[in-house]
């Protein structure tokens, strides 16, 4: 998800389909945060994966996961194309 489920709550379809697991997506701006306050590593970027959408797609269109994998599938093939935005 581009956006924090912390600033703007998952799309409704989203939840929907997946229910509460959606508020586990973080956005990169989320992760970026999180391994800084590790301290375990400097100088993070975080980014949204190129084409992670169309990731999930080709992985449910391969997978045996009958349970949601229609209606998922449903839902990433309504949503733009990811792309990442550039943290400069």
Known sequence: MSTDPYVRPPPAQLTALIGGEAAAWHAP?????????TGLVTDVTARMQDGSRDDWIRWLQTSNDASNGERLLTVLTSMPPTRSVSPW
Do not use: G, P
Request: net charge positive; hydrophobic share 45%; proline share 0%.
């Open 29 to 37: 701006q989320w992760w970026k945060r999180h391994w800084e306050l």
